[in-house]
């Protein structure tokens, strides 16, 4: 007897559950972390492989097994074949590359999205950087990256309390509402000293949310969100650090950022379910105290 679920208790708290995302559903900026993902061989270097549909992708959304079918940046990319040095310092604000007068940013901007800048840090791009699909899927280019100072505390984070610095290294505004997937590719440039222990999105409503620690390794890893907001919400992407784990200047690289629609059911929808759930378990504690339900009829 001691292993039986309480219906009610059940009941009670599906209810809850709907009506908390009907809540946040009409109120806007929500993130969720998703997961991440590791390019690996086993995996068919997924995350390198970012916009071929012939490789299986985890997270992917709707079967097209392709990142970034509502947008993306990919980071001041390098042909595979004739690779180029990029060593470019910019200031904050900056368009994210897709007007360098050689090598520019891959982007296509998701019609969602008013603006997306850089932090201030440097465009790199150098030898020993992860080789990555362009967004044909086909052509093959040696990896760059918006590298950024991660010098901002110590601050709390998922590492314990001070445990880590933080470096902002995107921004990106919504000129309407959406629900879309966010993934975002560290760890590409040659070496894990310049990757970050833990991506975060915060925004004003629900602070920062926080991807699972990431395996700092060289291989290149994508941490995936799932936001929903209104027309003039504002997220910023920033790049953790702990305490302990920074080499020399302390950097971080954020190499490719894909934008996927996600579909969501309407408020409506889930104000019905959470309502519905509030009934039944009304009806169940009539039942339970002998009363006659309406669901049982006279």
């Known amino acids: 007897m001691k292993n039986m679920k309480n219906p009610m208790k059940q009941i009670s708290y599906a209810a809850a559950v709907c009506l908390h995302l009907a809540v946040q559903t009409a109120s806007g900026q929500i993130v969720t972390y998703v997961g991440s993902e590791t390019g690996l061989p086993g995996n068919g270097y997924s995350v390198q492989n970012w916009s071929n549909p012939g490789v299986a992708k985890t997270y992917d959304i709707g079967g097209s097994e392709v990142y970034g079918s509502a947008g993306y940046y990919q980071i001041r990319p390098t042909p595979n074949s004739s690779p ?30 008013s603006s997306a800048t850089g932090d201030a840090g440097a465009f790199v791009n150098f030898g020993g950087y992860s080789i990555y699909r362009g967004p044909d899927g086909s052509a093959l280019y040696r990896q760059g990256a918006l590298s950024v100072a991660v010098n901002n505390g110590p601050f709390n984070s998922p590492a314990g309390a001070n445990a880590s610095y933080f470096g902002t290294a995107m921004n990106f505004t919504l000129n309407s509402s959406a629900n ?29 949310v ?20 209104t027309i003039g919400d504002s997220f910023t992407v920033a790049l953790w650090q702990n305490v302990g784990a920074q080499p020399g200047g302390q950097f971080a690289a954020l190499s490719l950022a894909t934008y996927d629609v996600v579909p969501e059911p309407s408020a409506a929808l889930l104000v019905i379910l959470g309502l519905t759930s509030l009934g039944a378990l009304h009806a169940l504690r009539k039942r339970h105290r002998g009363e006659p339900s309406p669901l049982q009829g006279s």
Not at 86 to 113: E, M, Q
Not at 210 to 229: H, K, P, V
């Open 84 to 113: 180029t040095n990029v060593n470019d310092p910019v200031g904050g604000g900056n368009d994210l590359g897709i007007l360098a007068p050689s090598n520019p940013t891959l982007f296509s901007l998701p019609s969602f999205l």
């Open 210 to 229: 926080f991807s699972d620690a990431l395996t700092r390794d060289g291989n290149a890893d994508m941490a995936f969100f799932d936001i929903s907001g």
């Open 180 to 208: 879309f997937r966010l993934g975002l590719a560290v760890d590409s440039v040659g070496s894990g000293d310049y990757a970050p222990n833990y991506v975060g999105i915060y925004n004003s409503l629900t602070g920062t």
